[in-house]
C-alpha cells in the first residue's frame, strides 16, 4: 500500500483560533481528538504534515509535543520533488478554511465560497443566537409556548 500524506493546518483545526492570531507562540486549547486522530492516522501509516502559516519554532514544536500530536513535519514534505513551489504535496488537505472541490464549477459550489464561514465564526452566531432567545419577546421559543398555551385552552 502506497504511503499517504496529509497536510493538516494547525489554527483552527490543532488548536482553538477562535480568538484570531495573538502572537507567534501564543496557542488555544487543543481540539478535542486532536491528539488521537493524529495518532490513529500515524498507526495507519500515513506521513503527517503540519501546514501552517505559523513558522516552525521550539515553542511550536513543544506546544505539539506537550498535546501528543503526532506528526513528522512541520511545513516541509522532503520527499517532494525539486523544482515545486512552496505548497506541499498531499494526497488529502485538512482545513478549517477548506471547500472541497468535487470536479464541476457550478452555482453551488460560488454560492458555498460567498456563504463560507469558518466553524468558530458559526459557533459564536449559534452561541449569540441561544444567548438573545429570550431577549426579544417574539423569539421561536415564545411563539412556541403561546401556541402550545391557546392549544390546551
Ligand atoms: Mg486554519
Known amino acids: 500500500m502506497e504511503k499517504k500524506t496529509i497536510c493538516i493546518d494547525f489554527d483552527g483545526v490543532i488548536h482553538d483560533y477562535s480568538n484570531g492570531w495573538q502572537g507567534e507562540d501564543v496557542f488555544g486549547q487543543m481540539i478535542p481528538?486532536?491528539?488521537?486522530?493524529?495518532?490513529?492516522?500515524?498507526?495507519?501509516?500515513?506521513?503527517?504534515?503540519?501546514?501552517?502559516?505559523?513558522?516552525?519554532?521550539?515553542?511550536?514544536e513543544k506546544w505539539l509535543k506537550e498535546h501528543n500530536i503526532a506528526y513528522d513535519y512541520i511545513n516541509e514534505n522532503?520527499?517532494?520533488?525539486?523544482?515545486?513551489?512552496?505548497?506541499?504535496?498531499?494526497?488529502?488537505?485538512?482545513?478549517?478554511?477548506?471547500?472541497?472541490?468535487?470536479?464541476?464549477?457550478?452555482?453551488?459550489?460560488?454560492?458555498?465560497?460567498?456563504?463560507?464561514?469558518p466553524w468558530q465564526e458559526q459557533?459564536?452566531?449559534?452561541?449569540e443566537q441561544l444567548a438573545a432567545f429570550n431577549d426579544t419577546g417574539n423569539s421561536i421559543w415564545e411563539r412556541g409556548c403561546e401556541r402550545r398555551i391557546?392549544?390546551?385552552l
Open 78 to 117: 522532503p520527499g517532494q520533488p525539486d523544482g515545486t513551489s512552496g505548497k506541499i504535496m498531499a494526497d488529502v488537505y485538512l482545513d478549517d478554511r477548506g471547500i472541497c472541490f468535487r470536479g464541476r464549477w457550478d452555482s453551488w459550489l460560488v454560492r458555498e465560497i460567498l456563504d463560507f464561514e
Open 150 to 152: 391557546k392549544a390546551d
Open 33 to 60: 481528538n486532536a491528539d488521537t486522530g493524529t495518532s490513529v492516522l500515524k498507526q495507519k501509516g500515513w506521513t503527517v504534515i503540519i501546514f501552517t502559516t505559523r513558522k516552525k519554532t521550539d515553542e511550536l
Open 123 to 127: 459557533q459564536k452566531k449559534e452561541i
